[in-house]
């Protein structure tokens, strides 16, 4: 009954800012950030376990700095949004890193929404869990500007990981794909229109 007093337009950010980066980095460091209760911190302790050779930057409050890490985690004992750091610390985080990991437990409820569109306008290629309540499952495509794994299973995120790694054509179409999705559909400047045109 009420519906026509309902507007909806998705989260934006500042793509002027989360500007992407000028080259692909040679390396092998992987980022996750979060510390909302949908994210799965187990699973992203035991993939790095899995994965020795690539270095983990991990960015959150949820993990105790006293858990037993493996050698290849650097635990940044923060989150995104605190004044802890700054976001220019954040943007380099996603400049220096190879591809931002964020595996979620399922729900209804979405999650990582603004550390995906802040990765992905960096040009940083994003892996997340495929859940029933991703933020946007028309407009994302997978292997195409992002990428979706089916559950949390360590051998499913190292084959998506090491196919990411081992293909720079294939790394250099999701990176500009992603970046031209958020310009597209989650500009901060299309949702600025949107409220002056409401106002």
Request: aromatic fraction near 14%; include cysteine; charged fraction near 25%.
């Amino acid at each position: 009954f009420f519906k026509k007093k309902f507007k909806f337009f998705p989260f934006c950010i500042d793509i002027n800012f989360w500007t992407k980066k000028t080259e692909v980095k040679e390396n092998k460091e992987l980022l996750f950030i979060g510390n909302d209760g949908q994210r799965d911190y187990k699973f992203i302790i035991d993939l790095a376990r899995s994965m020795p050779d690539f270095n983990f930057n991990i960015v959150t409050t949820k993990i105790d700095k006293n858990e037993k890490l493996s050698d290849n985690v650097k635990l940044i004992g923060g989150s995104w949004n605190n004044t802890k750091y700054s976001d220019e610390f954040i943007k380099n985080l996603y400049h220096d890193s190879l591809i931002t990991l964020i595996p979620l437990k399922n729900s209804l409820q979405p999650s990582g929404q603004s550390v995906g569109l802040q990765s992905m306008s960096c040009g940083t290629p994003v892996i997340i869990t495929k859940t029933d309540g991703f933020w946007d499952p028309e407009i994302f495509r997978n292997n195409n500007n992002i990428l979706f794994a089916t559950d949390n299973d360590p051998e499913v995120w190292r084959k998506i990981i090491n196919k990411l790694t081992n293909d720079r054509k294939f790394y250099r179409e999701v990176s500009s794909n992603a970046r031209k999705i958020v310009e597209e559909k989650y500009n901060l400047e299309g949702f600025n229109s949107f409220l002056s045109n409401l106002i």
